[in-house]
């Protein structure tokens, strides 16, 4: 069942291939958007067996403590549990307490037989285990804070995010606000897309759509973006419409980041870290494709990702070069009109497309992070011409890597302008939690 020896995947059933795929995800540290499409592309699946396979992995990945918090009251205290035999049971416990429509016999049955498989010895534990929850599941699905040693702690549980990360969200929104951004970080994310406004205004996009019978309605904050209501991600890259370069799948916080920026036509801009590029066609699309726009990444795989979009966009004024933004490049030296520095950062606005962030941030990771950022920074403020206008952004609600580090940069260097900073939501948003700060470089600044 490992995933390196097993010989034809396209047998596998939604469950095993879930379980195969957590693994990965668990075990092997695989990305979950990147493994389930990895499953999904080779496997035999019928739409609704693609279709409880990935509410399998992303239910199991989304309430891993709840869960495991569940098991541990169905087996002694102290007994330790095999990695494969954990995840076999989250797998069916996530479908007894957390799915309706699964009849119980179904979730336990099949778990039996996936436990006979990679771990025989643990099949009559596994089988005892669930028989027993699917008996207490009225009384396992009631949640009660009074549980728990303290509101943190029971807070941490209810929505499967460790306690420095609820923290951390306290501190972002204040704790009231806090409690509501993680409730909201385990409901399903919107799909939204952006028109391409070279080719087509998002009025007319939606007729196209809908000639295809994808539905969708505008989207609230950007006014590019189309929040898609009938159609999955697969379902929408095999349109005509996307063929044909007319839109971008892209959150909607994502939008608002290079709207922040608010590029001019022939303008020269710098997008330090633009791979995969959903930001950086954006900006061209805005400029009307007209100036130039250097997209850095210090990866250069990543950067063919953003020449392949922009050919299917239909974009000329984007060059790509592999460089690392914490090295200063003298050449830039005031040189450009507006800078788009969106860092690499702990991701933890973004753990409801990818839950497993959660479960693996280390602060001693973010600290390296920091410093990183900071480099970038002082490099983005030198490649701006006075006058000029930076936006700094990040994927994370943490405040250290955000409104800190821009009270760090106003510290550290002359002449900077804050003009304004937002934390973008999920609760009332109906984001990802993106942090942007505009900031401008005064004109009379000493050099
Ligand atoms: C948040 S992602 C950028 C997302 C991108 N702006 C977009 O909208 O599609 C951060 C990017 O920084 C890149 N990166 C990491 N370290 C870097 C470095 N030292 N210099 C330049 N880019 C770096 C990563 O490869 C990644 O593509």
Redesign the pocket.
């Known amino acids: 069942m490992k995933r390196k020896n097993t010989k034809n995947p396209h047998n596998l059933s939604p469950r095993e291939q879930a379980y195969d795929s957590l693994l990965a995800i668990d075990r092997e540290g695989a990305f979950s958007n990147l493994e389930i499409q990895r499953a999904l592309s080779r496997s035999l699946f019928s739409k609704p067996d693609a279709h409880l396979y990935t509410a399998l992995v992303y239910g199991v990945l989304q309430n891993e403590m709840l869960l495991d918090d569940r098991i541990s009251k169905m087996t002694k205290p102290g007994t330790r549990l095999d990695f494969e035999v954990r995840e076999i049971l989250r797998i069916a416990a996530f479908q007894l307490l957390m799915m309706n429509r699964i009849p119980p016999y179904a979730a336990i049955s099949e778990a039996v037989a996936l436990c006979g498989k990679v771990k025989p010895k643990a099949k009559g534990f596994v089988n005892g285990v669930l028989r027993n929850m699917a008996r207490q599941s009225d009384q396992l699905k009631r949640w009660q804070a009074s549980d728990y040693k303290d509101a943190i702690q029971a807070l941490s549980v209810r929505t499967s995010v460790p306690k420095p990360i609820v923290d951390i969200y306290a501190r972002a929104f204040g704790a009231k606000e806090g409690v509501r951004e993680l409730m909201a970080v385990n409901r399903p994310s919107p799909l939204t897309i952006r028109a391409n406004g070279l080719k087509i205004s998002r009025d007319d996009l939606l007729k196209e759509l809908a000639n295809e019978g994808i539905e969708g309605v505008k989207t609230a904050l950007s006014p590019s973006g189309i929040k898609i209501t009938n159609a999955s991600v697969s379902e929408l890259t095999q349109t005509q419409a996307y063929t044909a370069g007319l839109f971008t799948i892209?959150d909607q916080g994502?939008m608002l980041?290079?709207e922040a920026l608010s590029p001019e036509a022939g303008e020269r801009v710098l997008?330090?870290?633009?791979?995969?590029?959903?930001?950086?066609t954006y900006l061209a699309e805005m400029m009307g494709d007209q100036g130039v726009i250097t997209a850095?990444?210090?990866?250069p795989s990543?950067l063919k990702l953003i020449d392949n979009q922009a050919k299917l966009l239909g974009i000329g004024c984007i060059q790509t070069e592999a460089?690392?933004?914490?090295?200063r490049k003298a050449a830039d030296h005031e040189q450009y009109d507006r800078v788009?520095l969106?860092?690499?950062?702990s991701g933890l606005g973004i753990i409801r497309r990818k839950p497993e962030i959660r479960y693996r941030f280390e602060f001693k990771k973010q600290r390296a992070l920091i410093d990183?950022q900071r480099k970038?920074l002082i490099n983005a403020v030198d490649a701006l011409k006075p006058g000029g206008t930076l936006v700094y952004s990040?994927?994370t609600v943490d405040p250290k890597e955000n409104a800190e580090q821009v009270r760090w940069l106003c510290r550290n260097a002359t002449g900077l302008t804050v003009l304004n900073t937002r934390q973008i939501g999920t609760a009332d948003d109906q984001c990802d939690g993106f942090y942007y700060a505009k900031l401008v470089k005064n004109s009379a600044q000493s050099k």
């Open positions: 892209q994502a980041i290079a997008d330090m870290c633009a791979a995969p590029g959903g930001k950086t850095r990444d210090i990866y990543r460089f690392d933004g914490t090295a788009l969106d860092a690499p950062c990183m970038m990040t994927c």
